[in-house]
């Protein structure tokens, strides 16, 4: 099947409900494989057929539920978003202003106390209706737009709980206020709650406002990285540098960037050189010196030189808009935990309705005079206090700033449940070559035992010109550096964690491991002291064989990375067992463990037996994460319960991973684990306010109370409970920020 996806931006979700009520719509539209709403980011992610479904049917799926998506091109660049954003605040602060003034002149005029100090027209019920009505139903639509449009698809959310409730509070009022005498008629004493209505509308409004700032700060992250983008670009185009748009920038376009400038694209330096500081992506506040050959990658900063460059990825191609992309989806997704209070949300809403309706009933049958004024103001109490606001923020709001924090430090986190299972793991599994050692070895010793030195290095450099190991590289270079001739070999053959073979001239040519010259018969027991010395020295010792006589030794080291060993020590700090896994024979691998203080060491394992080795420690009951950088650990990153790839490594290993160290720093797997524990700390300790929060006060707005202690929930308290919960939840979430990882 053919799929896309995409993102759309989504006004008018308030909580929980929302989402669901969302997702069940665009789940029904033909050609939806996926649909994944976040509350916090006010997006929809929906993966789709797009033979089947197109934007205007997903658009008609929003607009059908009550809510209002924006297509793509509709989406503001980020100045323009700000300033609709500043302004929706605004109107949003001047309705709460007019909702809680008239509220308040309203509570004068009406409460028993403070109504013998109003001005006497306050007192007027047709006056406190005129003050109510543009609230009820001006300020106040909003509810009713979202609640016809759920009401039609037979569901319901918060807009609805407070719909009815405000409706039931002002039309009570309303008819108080024009037949006060059939209302007397009944025994009841004429006595209008157009306060209850107002201040309600006014203090949810206000808990939104608050809420809204709050939330703002979730998404700061993402702001920040579009922030680094440079604006123009000097382009040298027949001869002649201009100043364009960065957005006018091509591929192949000849680039110069002087001391202090940013570096609006990625490219390959072609002339002069500079040093550069790459701690946007790296997080290393030291530059890195930059010559002809060299990469640069967009948005890092010139520090000393003047360069030209050729940019070789421009626009949504770069690595900044790759990262902006990867934390945006994750900010989007959603964490197996939030399923919980989605779950829960779907059932929520309906399960409040029949309360309310119960609780009117028992107070009507039940509770003192007046029956009908009690069993009303406590059955709008019930509906406002239950808005599932809280629980619908609870856990998104915690993954953005989480997801976001992580970018900061160059961790980039693929989705939400990458982020939730990384708390749980117990045993991280870390491939040598270019993970915990550079990737860049060196050839340190050769051990001529027939023929000379040169011969050796020239067949062995020969044999490797045809392979992509790194060992490979590392052997060419020596070739070059003395001036061995690299000559053409015919059936060349890589053998999978063993070495390579084929025929140089008339003579069949082997250079690889123990196993291999074993394999193919070829005796090197005499030479084995040489070969355990360099070994013990942590050396990988490769042996070239031709004619089937072993003619050499060659050793070569790889040098461990600087952040490897404090990083390996944080992990085992946290108590977290560290496994290295390699190709190398056991006496080497365990001379470069020692190193590091990694006792636990698969050696000798082939690239496809990295994934049996994960899934073998997984059998254990363990939670594994593996880290690696080359195409050959790609299946073990897959297969591992959180995968995590170095940024430095290749795309198929970053694809197959859940989590990018665009730093390549070994110690930020710890901060990633450390990050994910705060952030689950969090979200628990939001779902515990959300939910505690709701199975502590419904019961209070019922008037579980009333019988032993006379208390009551004013559901004019209740709104504002309400509005604190959400901002606390939000709140709660932003402390991250501050957490050091």
Same mark, same amino acid.
Not at 239 to 258: A, F, K, N
Not at 633 to 650: K, N, Q, Y
């Given at each position: 099947?053919?799929?896309?996806? =995409?993102?759309?931006?989504?006004?008018?979700?308030?909580?929980?409900?929302?989402v669901?009520?969302?997702?069940?719509?665009?789940?029904?539209?033909?050609?939806?494989?996926?649909?994944?709403?976040?509350?916090?980011?006010?997006k929809?992610?929906?993966?789709?057929?797009?033979?089947?479904?197109?934007? %205007?049917?997903?658009?008609?799926?929003v607009?059908?539920?009550?809510?209002?998506?924006?297509?793509? %091109?509709?989406?503001?660049?980020?100045?323009?978003? =700000? =300033?609709?954003?500043?302004?929706?605040?605004?109107?949003?602060?001047?309705?709460?202003?007019?909702?809680?003034?008239?509220?308040?002149?309203?509570?004068?005029?009406?409460?028993?106390?403070?109504? %013998?100090?109003a001005? +006497?027209?306050?007192?007027?019920?047709?006056?406190?209706?005129?003050?109510?009505?543009?609230?009820?139903?001006?300020?106040?639509?909003a509810?009713?737009?979202?609640?016809?449009?759920?009401?039609?698809?037979?569901?319901?959310?918060?807009?609805?709980?407070?719909?009815?409730? *405000? *409706?039931?509070?002002?039309?009570?009022?309303?008819?108080?206020?024009?037949?006060?005498?059939?209302?007397?008629?009944?025994?009841?004493?004429?006595?209008?709650?157009?306060?209850?209505?107002?201040i309600?509308?006014?203090?949810?409004?206000?808990?939104?406002?608050?809420?809204?700032?709050?939330?703002?700060?979730?998404?700061?992250?993402?702001?920040?990285?579009?922030?680094?983008?440079? +604006?123009?670009?000097?382009?040298? /185009?027949?001869?002649?540098?201009?100043?364009?748009?960065?957005?006018?920038?091509?591929?192949?376009?000849?680039?110069?960037?002087?001391?202090?400038?940013?570096?609006?694209?990625?490219?390959?330096?072609?002339?002069?050189?500079?040093?550069?500081?790459?701690?946007?992506?790296?997080?290393e506040?030291?530059?890195?010196?930059?010559?002809?050959?060299?990469?640069?990658?967009?948005?890092?900063?010139?520090?000393?030189g003047?360069?030209?460059?050729?940019?070789?990825?421009?626009?949504?191609?770069?690595?900044?808009?790759?990262?902006?992309?990867?934390?945006?989806?994750?900010?989007?997704?959603?964490?197996?935990?939030? /399923?919980?209070?989605? $779950?829960?949300?779907?059932?929520?809403?309906?399960?409040?309705?029949?309360?309310?309706?119960?609780?009117?009933?028992?107070?009507?049958?039940?509770?003192?005079?007046?029956?009908?004024?009690?069993?009303?103001?406590?059955?709008?109490?019930?509906?406002?206090?239950?808005?599932?606001?809280?629980?619908?923020?609870?856990?998104?709001?915690?993954?953005?700033?989480?997801?976001? +924090?992580?970018?900061?430090?160059?961790?980039?986190?693929?989705?939400?449940?990458?982020?939730?299972?990384?708390?749980?793991?117990?045993?991280?599994?870390?491939?040598?070559?270019?993970?915990?050692?550079?990737?860049?070895?060196?050839?340190?010793?050769?051990?001529?035992?027939?023929?000379?030195?040169?011969?050796? $290095?020239?067949?062995?450099?020969?044999?490797? =010109?045809?392979?992509?190991?790194?060992?490979?590289?590392?052997?060419?270079?020596?070739?070059?550096?003395?001036?061995?001739?690299v /000559?053409?070999?015919?059936?060349?053959k890589?053998?999978?964690?063993?070495?390579?073979?084929?025929?140089?001239?008339?003579?069949?040519?082997?250079?690889?491991?123990?196993?291999?010259?074993?394999?193919?018969?070829?005796?090197?027991?005499?030479?084995?002291e040489?070969?355990?010395?360099?070994?013990?020295?942590?050396?990988?010792?490769?042996?070239f064989?031709?004619?089937? %006589?072993?003619?050499?030794?060659?050793?070569?080291?790889?040098?461990?990375?600087?952040?490897?060993?404090?990083?390996?020590?944080?992990?085992?700090?946290?108590?977290?067992?560290?496994?290295?896994?390699?190709?190398?024979?056991?006496? *080497?691998?365990?001379?470069?463990?020692?190193?590091?203080?990694? *006792?636990?060491?698969?050696?000798?394992?082939?690239p496809?037996?990295?994934?049996?080795?994960?899934?073998?420690?997984?059998?254990?009951?363990?939670k594994?994460?593996?880290?690696?950088?080359?195409?050959?650990?790609?299946?073990?990153?897959?297969?591992?319960?959180?995968?995590?790839?170095?940024?430095?490594?290749?795309?198929?290993?970053?694809?197959?991973?859940?989590?990018?160290?665009?730093?390549?720093?070994?110690?930020?797997?710890?901060?990633?684990?450390?990050?994910?524990?705060?952030?689950?700390?969090?979200?628990?300790?939001?779902?515990?306010?959300?939910?505690?929060?709701?199975?502590?006060l419904?019961?209070?707005?019922?008037?579980?109370?009333?019988?032993?202690?006379?208390?009551?929930?004013?559901?004019?308290?209740?709104?504002l409970a309400?509005?604190?919960?959400?901002?606390?939840?939000v709140?709660?979430?932003?402390?991250?920020?501050?957490?050091?990882?």
């Amino acid at each position: 099947m053919q799929e896309t996806k =995409k993102t759309f931006a989504i006004k008018g979700m308030h909580c929980a409900s929302c989402v669901v009520l969302i997702e069940d719509s665009l789940k029904k539209v033909p050609g939806v494989r996926e649909a994944s709403v976040n509350l916090a980011s006010e997006k929809a992610t929906v993966s789709y057929d797009p033979n089947l479904a197109t934007d %205007e049917h997903i658009m008609s799926a929003v607009s059908g539920a009550g809510y209002q998506a924006l297509l793509k %091109e509709e989406v503001k660049n980020e100045d323009e978003t =700000k =300033k609709e954003k500043l302004k929706e605040l605004f109107i949003l602060r001047n309705k709460v202003i007019f909702s809680l003034v008239s509220g308040a002149l309203i509570l004068w005029g009406s409460f028993p106390i403070l109504m %013998e100090t109003a001005p +006497k027209f306050l007192t007027i019920f047709w006056v406190q209706m005129m003050l109510a009505t543009p609230v009820q139903f001006w300020i106040g639509a909003a509810f009713y737009r979202a609640t016809l449009p759920a009401l039609k698809h037979r569901t319901a959310n918060m807009d609805t709980l407070v719909a009815i409730g *405000t *409706t039931i509070a002002y039309f009570y009022s309303a008819f108080v206020t024009i037949f006060p005498e059939v209302v007397k008629n009944i025994g009841i004493e004429p006595m209008p709650y157009f306060d209850v209505a107002t201040i309600v509308i006014g203090l949810i409004l206000l808990g939104r406002y608050f809420e809204s700032k709050a939330k703002a700060g979730t998404g700061e992250a993402i702001r920040k990285l579009i922030a680094l983008q440079a +604006k123009t670009a000097r382009v040298i /185009r027949d001869g002649v540098e201009i100043d364009i748009p960065i957005e006018q920038v091509s591929v192949g376009d000849l680039i110069r960037v002087r001391p202090g400038e940013k570096i609006p694209v990625d490219g390959e330096v072609a002339d002069g050189n500079s040093s550069v500081d790459e701690s946007m992506i790296t997080g290393e506040s030291i530059p890195v010196e930059k010559t002809k050959g060299g990469t640069v990658v967009g948005a890092t900063m010139n520090k000393t030189g003047t360069f030209t460059f050729k940019a070789t990825k421009v626009g949504s191609d770069t690595m900044l808009a790759h990262v902006i992309k990867l934390v945006e989806e994750a900010q989007g997704s959603k964490a197996p935990i939030q /399923r919980v209070a989605d $779950l829960v949300s779907s059932y929520f809403v309906p399960i409040v309705l029949m309360l309310a309706v119960a609780t009117f009933v028992l107070w009507y049958i039940f509770g003192p005079v007046p029956v009908l004024t009690y069993a009303l103001l406590n059955m709008i109490a019930v509906l406002i206090i239950a808005c599932p606001c809280a629980m619908g923020l609870a856990t998104p709001t915690a993954i953005m700033v989480g997801t976001g +924090k992580g970018a900061e430090h160059g961790i980039l986190i693929k989705d939400a449940e990458s982020l939730e299972l990384a708390h749980k793991i117990d045993t991280v599994v870390f491939d040598k070559t270019g993970t915990l050692t550079k990737g860049m070895p060196e050839v340190t010793d050769i051990v001529v035992i027939s023929g000379d030195r040169v011969s050796a $290095l020239s067949g062995a450099a020969s044999l490797e =010109k045809g392979s992509e190991h790194p060992l490979a590289e590392a052997i060419i270079k020596k070739a070059e550096a003395e001036k061995a001739d690299v /000559r053409k070999v015919e059936q060349f053959k890589a053998l999978s964690g063993l070495g390579v073979e084929g025929m140089i001239g008339d003579a069949k040519a082997v250079l690889g491991n123990r196993k291999l010259l074993s394999e193919i018969g070829i005796s090197f027991e005499k030479h084995e002291e040489d070969i355990a010395r360099l070994e013990n020295e942590g050396k990988t010792v490769m042996m070239f064989a031709q004619n089937g %006589e072993l003619r050499a030794l060659i050793a070569v080291s790889d040098t461990i990375k600087d952040s490897a060993k404090e990083g390996v020590s944080l992990l085992q700090k946290m108590g977290i067992e560290v496994v290295m896994i390699t190709g190398d024979n056991k006496r *080497t691998a365990q001379a470069i463990g020692g190193k590091l203080g990694i *006792t636990n060491i698969l050696s000798e394992v082939m690239p496809e037996e990295k994934e049996i080795s994960v899934r073998k420690l997984q059998s254990e009951g363990r939670k594994v994460a593996m880290v690696g950088d080359g195409i050959n650990d790609a299946p073990a990153l897959a297969a591992s319960d959180v995968g995590i790839a170095m940024g430095t490594g290749t795309d198929v290993a970053i694809e197959a991973a859940d989590i990018t160290l665009i730093n390549a720093d070994i110690r930020s797997v710890a901060s990633a684990i450390k990050l994910s524990k705060a952030t689950m700390r969090v979200i628990k300790q939001n779902l515990f306010w959300a939910f505690g929060y709701n199975i502590i006060l419904i019961p209070v707005a019922m008037g579980a109370l009333y019988p032993a202690f006379h208390i009551l929930f004013n559901p004019i308290l209740a709104s504002l409970a309400m509005a604190f919960s959400s901002v606390s939840v939000v709140s709660n979430s932003l402390r991250l920020k501050t957490k050091k990882i």
